[in-house]
């Protein structure tokens, strides 16, 4: 059943709608093209049957405005004119889909129309077919990017792990050596109970006390931060895994706490904001079986979505004045039932309107200014989590109430 608007006066209407009885369409009827554009915005139609014979009714400016309306202006468009009107109209293919001579003859509208709606199911089909290839070209640019960060990532944490290795290993021994070495000093001074003037001066010079309770100290901090380095090492390896084994189980919190160890560097304050606190409610999960290297990326572009969205805040002067607001991202994740497991990803940023949201998983679509977005984040997050796991990826935002994304997969692919 389609949505026809029909502009034009009572009885064509009726016409109209009795040469289209028994199709099942539903149809409308304006009385001229005001309120005809008033109706075809609040509610697209399938189509639009405009009487262009009518002096109430400006079709030609109709027709412009339906064609410059982003939102109307894949909707078919049937003229019904008389003979005379359109020997004079330049490029009438352009403004109108097509048309019907008035007087009506029956099989000319049904034609017309059944021809129109086709015309929009292949129209809507090939859309559909575009937008499908643009997110799976997108998809391959992406998993190539990630494997390409893969490669070069191994690569050189293959070359930075010898050496910390190196390094932390033998930072052990010179720990112990230290200690001895301590200990020794020790020895000698409670045994020399008159030392030199030279060795006075010396002991007083460099502070023996000072460094023989420094050095320790000193070494245990080189061998803390050589630790640090090894496991954000093994992390950004685990993070950016390029899948080669297919479905593996996974601990998603693991993921999520690489994720945040590589967008660390965006949560510290800068430009008037303050730091983000990240909450972490972790339930207590089962490994999932998924493409592990995919759903980080899913983690990574939706976190980085919300430090961004905190970041806008401070952008906002009458926001950003208030020194009290304090930027907060939460991470929860559950089992829903026996089957599923939920992640959910919140801010306490603007959140946006019912439009937006409504586009945000289109491929391409950003808010955001030239050369900061590319628009195929979230779209490549929701074709990984729904089209590669059969999941779910929902939206939860208002205006002023901040956003939620809440991720569902099951915990088993079959």
Not at 33 to 47: I, R, T
Not at 98 to 108: A, E, G, S, T, Y
Not at 156 to 182: G, K, M, W
Request: proline content about 3%; hydrophobic content about 40%; some cysteine.
């Amino acid at each position: 059943m389609a949505e026809i608007l029909t502009i034009a006066d009572v009885s064509v209407f009726e016409r109209v709608r009795e040469l289209l009885e028994g199709e099942g369409h539903s149809l409308k009827v304006a009385a001229d093209s005001k309120e005809g554009l008033d109706l075809a915005g609040q509610v697209p139609p399938d189509l639009i049957i405009c009487d262009g014979t009518l002096p109430q009714v400006g079709w030609l400016e109709l027709c412009h405005s339906v064609k410059v309306d982003r939102a109307l202006a894949g909707v078919y468009f049937i003229l019904l004119a008389a003979p005379e009107q359109l020997g004079g109209v330049a490029q009438l293919d352009e403004l109108v889909d097509d048309f019907v001579l008035k007087p009506i003859v029956k099989q000319d509208l049904l034609g017309r129309v059944r021809a129109g709606l086709r015309a929009c199911g292949l129209r809507a089909q090939l859309e559909r077919s575009q937008q499908e290839s643009l997110l799976f070209r997108a998809q391959i640019v992406a998993t190539e990017k990630m494997s390409s960060l893969g490669q070069l990532v191994a690569g050189i944490a293959h070359e930075i792990n010898n050496p910390i290795t190196f390094i932390y290993s033998n930072l052990t021994h010179v720990q112990s050596y230290a200690a001895d070495l301590i200990a020794l000093l020790k020895m000698y001074q409670k045994e020399l109970v008159e030392p030199s003037r030279e060795i006075l001066q010396k002991q007083q010079d460099m502070d023996v006390e000072f460094v023989v309770d420094d050095l320790l100290k000193i070494v245990n901090s080189m061998r803390n931060g050589s630790d640090r380095i090894r496991q954000i090492i093994l992390s950004v390896q685990d993070f950016s895994r390029t899948d080669r084994s297919g479905w593996q189980l996974f601990d998603v919190s693991d993921g999520l706490e690489n994720t945040l160890l590589l967008l660390q560097h965006r949560l510290p304050a800068q430009d008037g904001r303050r730091d983000i606190k990240v909450v972490k409610e972790y339930g207590n999960l089962p490994q999932v079986e998924c493409y592990a290297g995919q759903l980080n990326q899913a983690f990574l572009s939706i976190i980085n979505n919300a430090i961004d969205a905190l970041d806008l805040v401070a952008r906002e002067s009458e926001i950003s004045d208030n020194k009290q607001f304090k930027p907060v991202i939460s991470i929860r994740t559950k089992v829903v039932d026996g089957g599923r497991i939920a992640i959910e990803i919140a801010d306490n940023g603007m959140g946006m309107s019912e439009v937006i949201k409504a586009r945000i998983f289109d491929p391409f679509f950003t808010t955001k200014p030239a050369g900061e977005g590319s628009g195929l984040g979230l779209a490549v997050s929701y074709d990984i989590v729904v089209q590669q796991h059969k999941g779910e990826l929902l939206c939860f935002s208002e205006p002023g109430k901040g956003t939620e994304f809440r991720i569902e997969i099951p915990l088993r692919h079959s």
